[in-house]
């Protein structure tokens, strides 16, 4: 495609639910990041797929985030037991190896 | 501590100013990006840099490896230059993850 996609752009959730939030990106593009962006802060790392494989996942916050990307393209972001502190902007980045990282326009996530 | 600083944190200009963000950063680095994102909207990237200036448009950034430091300048700045631009640094080894800095709003005012 001609960018990274994202979908749903806003989701609105009941604390304890479930959420899946899906990427798709740039064609070709073997690297994908998570991050997540808080109000008033800068984003941050959740986890980095090279290829299918979760290269890194140090930045998931605790075992209530997964993610995965079975065919190496699109990936998908799943939260178990929502708590109104996951409550953000979840962005998603694609790259060549080592190259340039192009963003999706996010999803917003509010958790009530 | 952040690994990554920018200053200021907020930024008011006149139209036509000239226009400086500073970022400084503490972690061993392989490039350094600067990120344009407007309110309710995606991130963009504007400059990828490991050494030396890079200009596009009205826009240049610089880098000094050795002080850990880089600069974005806006010249002749405009209203729909006004966003948060954030910077942020990729970090050394296999996982090339960004470290973002808390950005920059900057408001250019007619």
């Known amino acids: 495609g001609a960018g990274v996609s994202q979908t749903p752009s806003n989701k609105v959730t009941e604390k304890g639910k479930y959420v899946e939030l899906r990427c798709d990106p740039i064609?070709?593009?073997?690297?994908l990041y998570w991050y997540r962006q808080s109000l008033g802060q800068g984003p941050e790392f959740l986890i980095y797929?090279?290829?299918?494989?979760?290269?890194?996942d140090s930045g998931l916050p605790n075992d209530r985030f997964f993610a995965v990307r079975p065919e190496g393209s699109v990936s998908t972001l799943k939260i178990q037991r929502t708590e109104r502190g996951d409550s953000a902007v979840y962005l998603c980045a694609s790259s060549s190896p080592f190259g340039e990282q192009f963003f999706g326009p996010g999803t917003r996530l509010t958790v009530l | 501590k952040n690994e990554v600083e920018q200053s200021p944190q907020n930024l008011t200009a006149q139209e036509g100013e000239f226009i400086t963000i500073n970022c400084s950063y503490s972690?061993?680095?392989?490039?350094l990006h600067w990120l344009q994102q407007h309110p309710g909207g995606g991130i963009v990237s504007l400059f990828m840099l490991s050494s030396g200036k890079k200009k596009h448009g009205r826009l240049i950034a610089t880098i000094n490896i050795q002080e850990k430091h880089s600069s974005l300048h806006i010249t002749a700045s405009h209203p729909r230059d006004s966003a948060v631009y954030i910077c942020a640094v990729r970090s050394g080894g296999a996982t090339n993850k960004l470290i973002f800095g808390t950005g920059t709003l900057l408001a250019v005012q007619p």
């Open positions: 064609s070709g593009h073997t690297a």
């Open positions: 797929f090279q290829g299918t494989g979760a290269a890194d």
């Open positions: 972690v061993g680095i392989s490039a």
